[in-house]
């Protein structure tokens, strides 16, 4: 089925033809359950997500964004993962939220994904043109019932004033204060700071690029029960990975 695009989108099915999805899980580790599973942009010639990122040209950034969506929330819809299903998006690839989510829902409606179950990850190493522009492109999301997620926090252009000014759901602290914390004070303070602020501002941390068992076992005493990584499991392409539980 060919879903209905603006014009400024209108390569996405082309596009969504030549790209597929890897899936890691985000995991629970309080609960020993599945959070969501968040998907990864492949080539289907065996593209890696950094070739296929660096061959996207910027006046086709639209329809990049749109077909990552479409392939997305299709391919879940035939695996079925467990849990919610995080999607990246560019932010400067949305010019009007509304009309920019068309394609999404369309889409969402044609296999019968529920909106609830999609979180929309937003990364701080795009750097915004216009803050007030992705302000309004997460508030637009979240009136349609779509989670929302700060990526790469701590790393990038967006920082305290996107948080300031939007709360979303989730905070995805940067792997750069994840590496190494078990042994590093200064990660171990600045994240334990991010957990308080995240709890008064009702936002949940998530920590991703775990590795090592010492690092989960020093993100869990910290209070970070959402964690992503190796150590839990690698993306998978187009399926959906077993997951190793740390054993204490």
């Known amino acids: 089925m060919t ?6 989108c209108g390569d996405a099915n082309e596009v969504a033809s030549r790209i597929t999805m890897a899936f890691q899980p985000i995991v629970d580790v309080e609960h020993g ?18 070739d296929v990122l660096a061959s996207v040209a910027h006046e086709n950034r639209y329809a990049f964004d749109q077909a990552c969506r479409i392939v997305a929330i299709r391919k879940a819809a035939i695996l079925e993962p467990p849990g919610l299903l995080s999607i990246n998006f560019l932010p400067n690839a949305v010019y009007v939220p509304e009309h920019c989510l068309q394609a999404t829902l369309a889409t969402a409606k044609e296999v019968n994904w529920p909106l609830n179950r999609v979180i929309f990850e937003v990364t701080e190493h795009e750097e915004v043109v216009d803050h007030h522009h992705l302000v309004s492109i997460l508030t637009a999301y979240k009136a349609h019932g779509f989670l929302t997620a700060i990526d790469d926090f701590g ?57 090592t068992m010492d ?17 839990f499991a690698r993306p998978a392409l187009e399926s959906v990975p077993a997951i190793t539980w740390p054993a204490s």
Do not use: W
């Not at 879903?3 to 400024?8: F, K, M, N, Q, S």
């Not at 599973?37 to 593209?47: P, S």
């Open 3 to 8: 879903t209905t695009l603006c014009r400024g």
């Open 33 to 50: 359950t599945i959070f969501a599973h968040e998907a990864l942009v492949r080539g289907t010639d065996g593209a890696s997500a950094s």
């Open 155 to 211: 790393a990038g252009f967006a920082g305290m004033n996107l948080l300031a000014d939007f709360q979303p759901d989730l905070v995805k602290l940067d792997i750069g204060l994840v590496r190494g914390i078990d042994g590093n004070r200064a990660r171990q303070v600045i994240v334990r700071h991010m957990v308080d602020l995240c709890a008064q501002l009702g936002v949940r941390p998530l920590a991703e690029g775990v590795e």
């Open 215 to 231: 690092e989960y076992r020093a993100l869990r005493d910290l209070g970070i029960g959402l964690q992503q990584g190796f150590l």
